[in-house]
């Protein structure tokens, strides 16, 4: 409280990553915001959704679609999804924790 109005609280963020693991009950619209809202960090930001549903993939790239055009940062969201965005679907919630583990993503939601 001190360097209030002194200093900013905050700054251009750099490259980010996030990982949503994501099951049929999932909003495809507050998936979307959030993979948009990470990737517009930078070009070079992962945004990665896995589910073991088909139909929330799908629902989420049309929320995407949708969602895209009404954001300022929407040429650095593009470019992040279009180099690092990965929508996997897997067999299993196993499978996705495994993978998880492995990337050990900066940000993770479930």
């Not at 279009?82 to 050990?104: C, H, M, R």
């Amino acid at each position: 409280m001190l360097a209030f109005g002194e200093t900013a609280i905050d700054m251009p963020a750099g490259p980010s990553e996030v990982f949503v693991i994501a099951d049929e009950s999932a909003n495809p619209a507050y998936i979307a915001a959030d993979l948009l809202a990470d990737g517009e960090h930078g070009e070079d930001s992962a945004c990665i959704l896995i589910t073991t549903s088909k139909k929330i993939a799908q629902q989420t790239i049309k929320e995407i679609d949708k969602q895209l055009p009404c954001l300022a940062t929407q040429s650095r969201a593009r470019e992040s999804l279009k180099k690092y965005g990965l929508f996997a679907i897997v067999n299993s919630f196993d499978e996705a924790i495994t993978f998880t583990n492995e990337y050990a993503p900066e940000h993770l939601e479930l």
